[in-house]
Nanobody, 127 residues
Framework: QVQLVESGGGLVQAGGSLRLSCAAS?????????MGWFRQAPGKAREFVAA????????FYADSVKGRFTISRDNAKSTVYLQMNSLKPEDTAVYYC???????????????????WGQGTQVTVSS
């Protein structure tokens, strides 16, 4: 069973930076997986933030974070990162890591594509 554990959330002022980590376990390799970050603010639907194909390193971003956020993965540590710069109050949300077993192809922007989810980590950006 794949397990995902997020960390790195917290409180930061607008314009600041945070790096989220998602440690994946339960498999010897995540080759073929797609890994994504989603977020959910109070009263709003869960929305796509960024994703990466494990094999190729191909990345995808929501327009709202393009140029400010960077997703990456560390094969040796089976960990996915989300570097968040120039944070805005509207980035405030619970951030979730997700894994898609068939992530070599297809869309990685829909929550329905993912098989496993982490518990989430709170990010709060003050103005």
């Amino acid at each position: 069973q794949v397990q995902l554990v997020e960390s790195g959330g917290g409180l930061v002022q607008a314009g600041g930076s945070l790096r989220l980590s998602c440690a994946a376990s339960g498999r010897s390799t995540f080759s073929g997986f797609g890994m994504g970050w989603f977020r959910q603010a109070p009263g709003k639907a869960r929305e796509f933030v960024a994703a990466i194909r494990w094999n190729t390193g191909t990345t995808f971003y929501a327009d709202s974070v393009k140029g400010r956020f960077t997703i990456s993965r560390d094969n040796a540590k089976s960990t996915v990162y989300l570097q968040m710069n120039s944070l805005k109050p509207e980035d405030t949300a619970v951030y979730y890591c997700a894994a898609d077993r068939m992530g070599n192809y297809g869309s990685l922007t829909s929550p329905g594509a993912y098989d496993y989810w982490g518990q989430g980590t709170q990010v709060t950006v003050s103005s």
